[in-house]
């Protein structure tokens, strides 16, 4: 009961962390080219859980080998190499909010791969809640009101795959390592893994094959920004607690609780965000962006009440 309880409360966080993200990209808009701010704040996260990480070891008495590191450096690709690159491909051919919303739709990937890998079992009210889930976003994104390019579709489910997949890799490995390495590992790697795509493009040779491709998007991406005193706080806050954070609660969720309830997180953030997203930068919330809440809000309580029953019902 008690790990049952810690586990919701570290989706709750990753909830809350998770939902200040836009406001704070937006706070750095400008400043960053979109790949440089995706490498630098896995990087930068990856580095400041490293103590962390090496204490977590300890504790578990363990010690990454050749074969570790490797399925970490597939971890760390699928979550910061591809998932969130494709993510930020993604904003240039559709809106923000789309994507945002969108991309919250990976549980629906998250239960089926998880049953496939983790034989969790797939319940009645899990896919209950994932076609409500998958209402209220038809609902918020209003595809009959706004025209949505396909490649933004395209890339925003991908990245979406992508990010499902991380998640249950990462779950695998929690129970030798712990949430915190797992995390740092993965995103730390990843980063790199980035970061050595980026430098290809730094390269003549490489700049003009990424932009033959029509992905200039990594040519001659500038690695370190120039800050205004103005934007450190938020640059760190984008580091350190929407990456660094934000992720080792939310495989710290995943280690106390099942795949299926962490998605609980992405059952929340988009009612979350918008109203943050009001509050702290003025932005309206149509009346379908309302309707689209009270779904999330429905869809959530389907997801989560039968789990907290069942607990209630074991003590």
């Not at 300890?58 to 971890?75: M, N, P, Q, S, V």
């Not at 949505?148 to 779950?171: C, E, N």
């Amino acid at each position: 009961m008690k790990k049952k309880t810690t586990g919701y409360l570290f989706i709750l966080l990753t909830t809350l962390i998770f939902s200040t993200m836009e406001v704070m990209l937006r706070y750095t808009r400008g400043l960053f080219a979109p790949m440089q701010i995706t490498y630098l704040r896995f990087l930068i996260g990856g580095i400041a859980l490293i103590p962390f990480a090496v204490s977590a070891l300890k504790k578990h008495e363990a010690k990454l080998r050749g074969r570790d590191i490797a399925y970490f450096a597939l971890t760390g690709f699928m979550c910061v190499a591809f998932s969130m690159v494709m993510y930020q491909m993604a904003i240039l051919y559709t809106s923000a909010s789309f994507v945002a919303v969108a991309f919250s739709a990976n549980p629906v990937f998250v239960t089926i791969l998880a049953a496939l890998l983790l034989k969790e079992k797939i319940r009645p009210y899990h896919i209950i809640a994932l076609v409500i889930e998958v209402a209220a976003i038809v609902v918020i994104v209003a595809p009959w009101k706004n025209a949505v390019d396909p490649k933004g579709v395209i890339l925003t489910v991908a990245a979406s795959l992508a990010f499902a997949l991380y998640m249950v890799l990462g779950k695998k490995k929690t129970p030798a390592f712990g949430g915190i390495v797992v995390t740092c590992a993965s995103i730390l790697i990843g980063s790199l893994e980035l970061l050595l795509i980026l430098l290809i493009g730094q390269t003549a040779a490489g700049a003009s094959f990424f932009e033959g491709l029509g992905l200039s998007i990594f040519a001659n991406v500038p690695l370190f920004p120039a800050l205004p005193k103005e934007a450190i706080l938020p640059f760190l806050y984008i580091c350190l607690i929407n990456s660094a954070a934000g992720y080792v609660c939310h495989m710290l969720s995943l280690e106390k609780t099942s795949a299926s309830e962490t998605n609980l997180v992405y059952f929340l953030k988009p009612m979350l965000s918008p109203i943050i997203a009001f509050l702290f930068l003025k932005e309206v919330i149509t009346a379908n962006m309302w309707l689209g809440i009270a779904l999330f809000l429905v869809g959530s309580a389907v997801a989560v009440l039968p789990g907290i029953l069942a607990l209630r019902k074991t003590q």
